[in-house]
């Protein structure tokens, strides 16, 4: 694709996006306004529904006006001059885009808009085409050690360099590994991803250009969820790809669900529940299929097919064990600092708690049971600080060493 269609979508998905919230907000302030024109439990007048009557054709005129001069907007962004185009994309807007497909990823693939990103597997922030041709290209020392690299929820491929170090590239270059990097719409349910992912890991394993000896994944926070459900479903189909899988390395991945989110879902009930407040519940709704999925850490379609995602509900997903004949570690982060009596009490990273990211359940059908060597506790560390500590990095060299 070339950068003229790349920054004319963009420019195009964003006004889309602008009219859809324009759209959305008149619709919230209407039913504000109905709440307070007719207050709840109390018969109305017929000055009330003249008022309310008067206020829809007003809030009628918005939506279409917004429609109207949005569609025009979008034609003309369509053909603008090339030399709006030579913008080059950035690390930031990158980041943006990435973060916008989080939270409302599943919407902008259900409207097509344009900023929806598109699975792909990525070297250098660049596509990799999935031909021997492209991949000879791309790595010309390129051998059998694939190191792919899987990022969270609301990041991307190039986040992996935080603060001058990249795990990849560090340890592509120690133990002689050909790193590639995962990019997705995390915003997608994580079984969707994942099924995707197991069909990318597939194609790339046939177009590999020399013998593959094996295939080692390290994923951050979602990213480890979305690598549980690809090997769930790749082990289901009986997919080559999963025959050359030796490790995964898990950091900060919120195996059983994260309390922020279902913190989120009580407040959609709260405000559901409280009259004045109800449309204001349609704000926590915009919260994509993907950030709902970490509620409890849902892997496959079982788990979210015919419920409604944003009901208050117990944890009713199918028990996914870690795969076999393969070996699983998991690093967590605590901010807190490291003592002897703490442990069974910690918080956590602020986003996924500990023994959510050890796989560890009170459910012993739910436990992961990770071999105790396999695991280890990053105290005095953030979510984000496991893509750059010295210490995470020597552990996963030691690991894989």
Known sequence: MSKKIKNNSDLQGLN???????????????????????????????????????????????????????????KALGKLPPLLTKIKPTNEREAIKSALNGVVGDYLEEKENPLKITMQFRYQAKEILLDREHLNVIYPAINGKILLMVHGSCMNDIQWTRKEHNHGEALAKELDKTPIYLYYNSGRHISSNGQNLNKLLEELVMAWPVPIEEIIIIAHSMGGLVVRSSVHYGKQQKKNWTKNLKKIIFLGTPHHGTPLERTGNYLDVILESIPYTKPFARLGKIRSSGVTDLRHGNLVDEDW??????????????????????????????????????????????????????????????????????????????????????NVYAKIKQWLL
């Open 305 to 390: 097919q015919n419920n409604d995602r944003f009901e208050i509900q117990s944890d009713l997903r199918k028990n996914i064990p870690l795969p076999k004949r393969i070996e699983c570690y998991s690093i967590a982060a605590s901010i807190e600092k490291s003592t002897a009596n703490v442990y069974p009490r910690i918080l956590g990273d602020t986003l996924v708690d500990v023994k959510s990211a050890l796989g560890q359940h009170k459910d012993p059908d739910k436990d992961l049971h990770f071999k105790k060597k396999n695991t280890w506790v990053a105290y005095e560390n953030s979510h984000l600080d496991l893509l750059n500590n010295e």
């Open 16 to 74: 889309r996006l602008v009219i859809d919230a324009t759209i959305g907000i008149t619709d919230l302030v209407e039913a504000m306004h109905k709440r307070v024109v007719h207050p709840p439990f109390l018969p109305s007048t017929p000055i009330q529904h003249l008022i309310t009557h008067i206020a829809g054709f007003t809030f009628k005129n918005i939506k279409w006006s917004t429609q109207f001069i949005g569609a025009g907007l979008d």
